[in-house]
């Protein structure tokens, strides 16, 4: 009887166990840190003895530990522990983690009345409560140890997990920092090693020298030629190009340097294709400063020193003969704005000399680039330089607007001047609008930066968003900077390989007007993460979809001229079908964004990169290309080849597709512009773009090929060989030194309804 008794009292103790533990199944997934000091070793290779599955870091977890730039003996310090990335509550959709920070001299300790961190052993070990584990940020204090003269070394352990039960699809990571004494002595290593972009800079300078002594060694011995004569000769060769004011050889040096940048921008493209092929922990290809570094200089180098130099190349060599001009107005100033532009490319560079290049994004958002942690004299360099460019950008805008306002041949009215010379026009009115209102910016950040004034300075009242109003007001104007000329050369090649003019030229000119004064009030878009006024965002986002009307109309004047003409296809002309196609789905995704909600959505995504990418190069370089191949026969007197020309094409649209299209998948994925890794499931489509984009990079070299090639063997071209319409072609190939032996006079049979 006994017996039973006890067996039912046992069955009834297990069923009220069973019963407890059903009632709690979420017990296990708010522990406690780590309490145990023989632990230790445990969070050492597994992150957290909790959750043990993933014996190996994430690179998707990322933790941040914010440490002061050095310490004073006996100073106590709150320090802020940050995770982010990994998975999401599974429950609640929140963030859930831990922590464990180590530090090797000092006392760390929780901040009075708070109930999220604990001192689990010692004076230098801090963990997470049960209630802390619903959080991804804590704050907790360390003072500092006596001496000041030493260095501590912090090492936290961070946990990124979903709450569920157990530890599956947990991930962590950790981070290693060394923080020096006031008074410390900062070893640097004799042998340390060189960053990526450094070495790229190394071995292109060592290749540069190497063929220039193969080259003149060559002369020497085939043309028994003294070292003495061989220099003599090559500067007699290069001394014109560096003191000239001829606008077609300023043009031509202005379009080497921007296709030169093209190819720098273009390699450190490639690096940050390479950092993404796979998902990588810090310093696994780059660590993550030299990714911020090296995503910050391509997108400079592509917008300011390779995308704006083609423009002005092409406005230089061609806007005088299109005008009946013998120059600009002012062509010692033309050449001054020249020389500022590779002079502030290489202020911009220097960074790289000097401990690293800036890294504050092409943006430069402040307090990135003026707060404590904006500390990389790279950044000192990159202010410099934009200021330069933003010199050069103002003068020669100056230059162009006296030349065509001033300067036309009789008949050459303003409503006769052809498309490529509007939007030249229209272009120069938004730089002066706009540039001189970022630079002012930028001088500011430099006095921030150099002379502690307190323009951004948070600490101080200084709103940061002030600095997004100011670049964005010249931005997203210098959007259109770069693809307005874009339109002018897509006009002047599909006129002339339909065989008829542009239709509807008024309303040609008119929609390049409207999308000038328009670029001007949609600049807030950019912004609706900020916290901007719910009206002035309502506003910005239906004159941002406003755009789409003027854009539209030229398309469709485009494709009606097509339409009545009689199109031959050559290289220039296909580009230009290509580059309408490439630029109108950078539109259509333009629009998207424009919506508040998809923006919100999709905002600092891989889906924003695509959009511009599909505008700027899709839009902006495939046209100019086009230019190349459209005008060299003017500018050289030779024909490029035709064959090399169509493969150029061809490789170049399906790689660029290639390359760019998948970045609106990724993007819609969550992945997010400017990491230097990402989730693992995202794998396989960032190696599919990274070879899609090395693929692109390495067909550019036909280009290159092309153009060499076709200088020195390319066919002779007569002085109109496309039977252009505008009065560049009445000139010889190449043209005289003055343009004109004569200034022309312009008649023009006008047809009914153009």
């Known amino acids: 009887m006994i017996t039973n008794n006890l067996r039912k009292l046992s069955i009834g103790f297990l069923v009220a166990i069973l019963i407890a533990i059903s009632a709690f199944p979420t017990a296990n997934s708010l522990p406690t840190g780590i309490t145990d000091k023989s632990a230790t070793n445990a969070v050492i290779e597994n992150g957290c003895s909790c959750h043990n599955t993933n014996k190996e870091a994430t690179a998707s977890v990322i933790v941040n530990l914010t440490l002061p730039e050095n310490f004073t003996s006996g100073e106590t310090y709150t320090l802020t522990l940050n995770i982010s990335g990994g998975p999401n509550d599974l429950i609640n959709g929140d963030n859930r983690g831990g922590f464990f920070v180590m530090a090797s001299d000092g006392e760390l300790s929780p901040i009075a009345n708070d109930t999220h961190v604990q001192k689990p052993f010692g004076l230098t070990h801090l963990t997470h409560t049960a ?32 709450g569920a039960d157990g530890s599956q699809n947990d991930y962590w990571n950790k981070q290693v920092t060394t923080l020096y004494g006031v008074d410390a002595v900062v070893e640097v290593e004799a042998h340390e090693d060189l960053s990526g972009p450094q070495k790229l800079i190394y071995a292109f300078a060592i290749i540069t020298v190497t063929l220039g002594v193969v080259v003149i060694g060559n002369q020497m011995v085939t043309k028994d030629q003294a070292f003495e004569d061989v220099l003599k000769g090559y500067w007699k060769a290069i001394y014109p190009w560096l003191t000239t004011t001829d606008h077609k050889y300023v043009g031509i040096m202005y379009i080497c340097t921007g296709f030169g940048w093209f190819f720098v921008g273009g390699i450190l493209g490639l690096l940050i294709r390479w ?26 180098t592509m917008i300011f020193m390779a995308a704006m130099p083609i423009i002005f190349g092409f406005a230089n060599y061609l806007i005088p003969l299109q005008i009946g001009a013998r120059d600009l107005a002012f062509p010692r100033l033309n050449a001054l704005s020249y020389w500022l532009l590779p002079t502030g490319g290489i202020v911009i560079y220097m960074g790289y000399f000097t401990g690293g290049a800036g890294d504050v994004g092409w943006t430069g958002y402040t307090p990135y680039s003026s707060g404590d942690s904006a500390t990389t004299p790279g950044t000192d360099f990159w202010v410099a330089g934009q200021i330069m460019l933003g010199a050069s950008s103002t003068l020669t805008a100056i230059n162009f607007l006296v030349t065509i306002l001033r300067m036309r041949a009789p008949g050459v009215t303003m409503m006769k001047l052809p498309l490529f010379a509007w939007s030249i026009l229209i272009t120069v009115f938004l730089l002066l609008l706009s540039i001189p209102v970022f630079t002012v910016a930028l001088i500011l950040l430099m006095a921030d930066r ?26 997203h104007p210098e959007v259109y900077i770069v693809i307005l000329p874009a339109f002018g050369v897509l006009s002047e090649i599909i006129t002339t390989f339909s065989r008829r003019p542009i239709f509807g030229y008024t309303s040609m000119v008119y929609a390049m007007a409207t999308i000038g004064i328009i670029s001007f009030i949609v600049y807030g878009h950019h912004m609706f993460t900020s916290g901007a006024d719910p009206l002035f965002r309502f506003i910005v986002m239906l004159t941002t979809m406003l755009v789409a009307v003027p854009t539209g109309i030229k398309i469709f004047n485009w494709l009606a001229t097509m339409t009545g003409g009689s199109i031959v296809l050559k290289t220039p002309m296909i580009f230009a079908l290509g580059t309408i196609i490439t630029f109108t789905i950078g539109g259509i995704t333009g629009i998207v964004l424009a919506s508040i909600p998809m923006d919100i959505a999709l905002h600092d995504g891989y889906f924003v990169v695509a959009h511009f990418h599909y505008v700027l190069v899709g839009g902006t370089l495939f046209s100019f290309i086009g230019g190349v191949y459209y005008w060299f026969p003017k500018m050289t007197g030779k024909m490029m080849d035709e064959k090399l020309g169509l493969l150029h094409f061809a490789t170049t649209f399906i790689f660029f ?41 390495i067909v550019q070299l036909i280009f290159v090929y092309n153009v060499l090639y076709s200088y020195k063997n390319g066919e002779e071209a007569g002085n109109d060989p496309w039977n252009g319409w505008s009065l560049e072609w009445t000139t ?18 006008e047809e009914e309804g153009q």
């Open 131 to 162: 209630e802390g584990n619903d959080y991804r940020e804590w704050n907790f204090e360390w003072t500092a140890p006596d001496k000041q003269d030493i260095s501590v070394e912090f090492v936290a352990y961070g946990n990124s997990v979903n």
């Open 275 to 300: 950092q993404l092929m796979e998902p990588r922990i810090d310093g696994d290809f780059l660590t993550y400063e030299e990714y911020n570094s090296t995503f910050t200089m391509h997108g400079t």
């Open 450 to 475: 150099t002379f502690g004034t307190l323009y951004f300075n948070v600490d101080a009242g200084a709103d940061p968003i002030l600095w997004q109003h100011l670049f964005w007001y010249f931005g």
């Open 657 to 697: 597709n290639a390359a760019f299209y998948p970045m609106h998948n990724v993007g819609l994925a969550g992945m997010p512009r400017r990491y230097a890794t990402y989730d693992a499931s995202l794998t396989e489509l960032n190696e599919f773009i990274s070879i899609g984009a090395m693929l692109f990079g």
């Open 732 to 749: 010889s190939s190449p043209p005289p030194h003055n343009s004109f032996t004569k200034i022309p006079t312009l008649k023009v049979a």
